[in-house]
């Protein structure tokens, strides 16, 4: 039975285990078995470090070496793949060494990017770095990033058909402020949201499954595109090292030009650089040969450097934390703070410390929630009450009333 490898990245019963489960329902209505491994119930140690350790090596050889489909699904923090995922990626560069068969790339593969946010770039560099691990060993066949808050003009594939809303550029520039976003979108998706993110998974899975029946060299990228997209990874990000009109692809290393043709501006990718990417069997034995050219230089220019570099080596101080314990102050410091007022009219108005105000609509459910804090009620609130307001993972507000015990959250939609 032909199967796929699923790597899941984030929490144990989260977001992308999610999706990736419904990735795994459509391989399989094509007689594909789906293996998951969820990283955060191994061990997971970051590099450098040996085999012996942690899961990571096992992680490897099921995810690189196994002859099956790869389907790599990370969660988005500080705007790019967390930590678990750089973990895993980052010790994969011995694993290609002993085996350099395997960034052939004989086998195909998919992504999953999942992310609280959906607007301001939250999310930017998400993509580009699971491309980079991906891409290494598979044919990229389909790649989402399914941005949890739904703004439909930073998730791709909401935009049916192909097609941008027309005000796309605009939710991407930087002069609209953040709090019009919600005001200038209106897209109410509610959790019609995660259905259709469920169901673009599933077609992931089948995209995945169709392409493991195919020859290699007809296997095609069924994604959706960006306007402006690597012909390679299919990231729109672009990294400009000099000066315009000259681009590369950060991630595969593919060069662009930006030129104008009749009045619209699109990039000329180097075709030569796309057939040799950064991560093809080529590019990487280029790198690792050039590595062992240049560490012997470099081995030669320390040498020559010796009595500069012990005196730099001789400054400074080490710290490490306290061995006797105790409380970190950050233990008593809230994330951010601010002042609720209740308006009268069933709203709540927090203003923050930098003088930011947003206000709430208090409707049933956060009565129930406030109801349950010991003693209050929403009538029963101080009429300005010192809070706390914190982001939960969906991206939504959530005050926390600190000073009472038990304490509970109330959530309400920004
Ligand atoms: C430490 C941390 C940092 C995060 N940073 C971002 C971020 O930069 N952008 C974003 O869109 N979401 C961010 N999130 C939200 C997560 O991407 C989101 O909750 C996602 O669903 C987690 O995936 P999971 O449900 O599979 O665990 C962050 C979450 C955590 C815990």
Redesign the pocket.
Known sequence: MKKIIAL?????N??????VKAAAMGAAEFGVETEIIRA?ELKVKPAPCSPKEDDVLWILEKCLYEDAGLIV????????A?GYFYNIAERSRPVFSKRFDVLKKTRVGATIG?????YDG??SM?MTSMNEFVQHTRVLVDQIQ????GMKEWNLWMQQDGQRTHKTHLARTQDMPYEKNWETFPQNYGTDFLNMAIERAKELGRNVARAMDMPIEEVKYVGEEAGVACPVCHCNTLLVPEDLPHVYCPVCSVRGKIVDTDGKMKVEWNQADAKFPRFSHDGVRHHVQWLRDHGEWNRKNEAAAADKIKEVSAYGKFIVPDSSGGTSVLENIPEFYGLVTQNGDGKLTVVSPDGRSMTFLVDSNTKVAIDMVEGATVAGLEKEQRIEVEYD???NLALKIKSRPGSHRLHARH
Do not use: D, E, F, I
Request: net charge positive; aromatic share 6%; proline share 3%.
């Open positions: 899941c990245c984030g929490s144990k989260g977001q992308g285990v999610t999706l955060m699904a990370a969660p988005c923090y500080h705007c790019r967390n999942v992310a609280g946010n959906g939250w999310a998400m399914v941005n949890r808050c993972a969906s991206n």
